[in-house]
């Protein structure tokens, strides 16, 4: 996703925060979860974003790593015999498995623990620096990405539900929904929690969430105006919800776990990944400035996942 001068700009910032180490167990976990083939689609949404305001990549390659630091966190900690226990992880063996379960843990906290220290060092005024954190915790945190993994594990099929708890959860995903789009979602306290829309919510927490974050941060970085802010904001939702929708058809065989495929045809769910996508070309015509970056990601991730 990353052009090859702003990748190798990215590579030089990580090796600049996590120098080689092959002594250092935990660094070498840490690295060789990053350095794992990836698309990099969310650090390309903060380079991207901040295009929009002629912001260079330079002046927001760290931000970048820090945000693609939280998202290799997540993977390795989702990885984990806990969680999904998984063995392999971008065509490679997973970080518990190449190394152990407690050191990828570790790799894992000390990820997350990198991403804030990168921000909270920005060379930029306080009242950004805090914002930035304060949008990102808002991304990853219990109502967003960890809450999204919770909902996730709890609705695996052996695992029984009662139904005041899935009330409960689909309140959440609604004051999600209700917050990024800003429009007035009045949730009834007995809604019925349909099969798609709970993984439909799964799938803003836990993808959209941060993939709208690194939009957001390009916004904040550039002194965008709030409906600038908002568009950049509601393109990453969609573009995330695209993204899983796509990822969903392409894993159905390996995984049928909270899975669109498995309560939707594959015409619904196009027809849905187009509906998205329409959103998403609407917010990107709230904005004035070079969009050509978000709108060859949009196509492309439409078009292959």
Do not use: W
């Amino acid at each position: 996703m990353l052009d090859k001068t702003t990748e190798n700009l990215f590579i030089t910032e990580i090796n600049k925060f996590l120098p080689k180490n092959s002594q250092n167990k935990l660094i070498s976990a840490v690295r060789y979860a990053l350095f794992a083939p990836a698309k990099h689609i969310r650090p390309f949404l903060v380079v991207a974003s901040s295009r929009v305001f002629n912001v260079e990549a330079e002046r927001v390659i760290s931000i970048a790593v820090a945000v693609e630091c939280v998202h290799t966190y997540s993977l390795i900690h989702d990885d984990l015999p806990c969680m999904d226990n998984s063995d392999t992880r971008r065509g490679k063996l997973s970080c518990h498995k190449r190394f152990d379960e407690a050191t990828a843990v570790l790799a894992g906290d000390a990820l997350l623990t990198l991403a804030f220290e990168i921000l909270s060092s920005l060379n930029e005024d306080s009242d950004k620096r805090c914002e930035i954190i304060k949008v990102l915790s808002q991304a990853i945190g219990a109502k967003g990405m960890i809450g999204g993994q919770v909902l996730d594990i709890k609705t695996v099929p052996h695992v029984i539900q009662h139904p005041d708890h899935l009330n409960q959860e689909n309140l959440i995903v609604n004051e999600h929904i209700r917050q990024l789009y800003n429009k007035s979602i009045t949730p009834e306290p007995y809604t019925e929690v349909t099969p798609d829309s709970k993984i439909k919510g799964i799938h803003l927490m836990k993808t959209a969430k941060l993939f709208a974050a690194s939009c957001e941060i390009g916004a904040i970085i550039g002194n965008a105006t709030d409906k600038q802010r908002r568009a950049l904001c509601n393109y990453g939702v969609n573009l995330g919800l695209i993204f899983q929708a796509k990822d969903d058809i392409k894993d159905y065989k390996q995984d049928e776990t909270n899975n669109l495929m498995s309560v939707l045809s594959k015409g619904e769910i196009k027809n849905y990944i187009n509906n998205l996508f329409k959103q998403a070309l609407d917010n990107l015509g709230n904005l004035s400035g070079d969009t050509n970056y978000l709108h060859n990601l949009l196509n492309q991730v439409k078009k292959d996942g």
